[in-house]
C-alpha cells in the first residue's frame, strides 16, 4: 500500500471484496433526527442498551449512528439484511460477525471519534482501525511518557515543538490500530512495540519486543479522513490493495 496516497471515492455499485483488498469507509455521525430514528430500528436490543448507557442525547446519537452505519455495510457485502446480523466478541472485546459457515471470512474493524467513524472491511485477514481527533490543548507529553516506547519518546522529543501534537496523534493512532487488528486488548502493553511518527516518514510497524519477525508481516497506513483528524490501518499481509469510501447509508 502507498503511502498518503488514497482518494475517498462515491460508494461502489457493487460491494465485491477480493482477497488483497482493503476497503476503508467514512461517516459523518452528525446525522438528523429522522435519519438517527431511521437508524435505531435495525439495531439489536443490546445495541440500544449500549447506546442509552451515555448521558448526552448527541453521543447516544452517535452511536446509534456508527452501529447502523457498520450492520447496513456489512450487510451491503454479505447481501443481507442489516437488522439481521449478529456479532460476537472474543475474550479482548475485538467484534466479529456471528455468521454461518462459509461467510465468516469478511472482517471489519471500525473506530469513531467526534463526528466521524471509520470502518475497515477485509476478506481472511485480520485489521485494525483507529480514529482520533486532534485536540491542541491535549497533554501529549504526560500520556506518551506513560505509553509510548522509549525510541517513540525519542522520536517525538526530537521534533519541532509545532508538530508534535500531530506527531503524538500519529503514534497513538497508529498503535491503537495494531493493537486492535492483534485482538489482544491490554495484554499487548503499548510500550513494548515501536511504530513509526516523523511527518517524513511513511507509516509503518517497526519493532517488536520479543518477536523479531513480527513487524514483516503486517502493514500500516496513516489515513486521512477529514481536516483534524489523524487516523490509521493495520493490516495482516504485504501488497494489499487499498480503496476508501465515503458512506451515504
Known sequence: MTARSAVWKPAPERFSLGDEDVHVWRASLNQTVAVVSAHRQILAPDELERAAKYHFQRDRDRFIVARAVLRRLLASYLQSEPARLRFRTNEYGKPSLDIEAGREALRFNLSHSHDLALYAVVSKREVGVDLEYIQQDFDTKQIAERFFSTREIAALN??????????????????????????????????QFDVSLSPDDPAALLNVAGNPAEASRWSLRELTPAPGYMAAIAIEGKGLSLSCFSATF
Not at 501534537?165 to 485482538?183: D, I, L
Request: charged share 25%.
Open 158 to 191: 526530537a521534533l519541532p515543538a509545532n508538530l508534535q501534537t500531530e506527531s503524538f496523534f500519529r503514534c497513538w493512532t497508529r498503535k491503537e490500530a495494531y493493537v486492535k487488528a492483534r485482538g489482544e486488548g491490554l495484554s499487548l502493553p503499548l510500550e
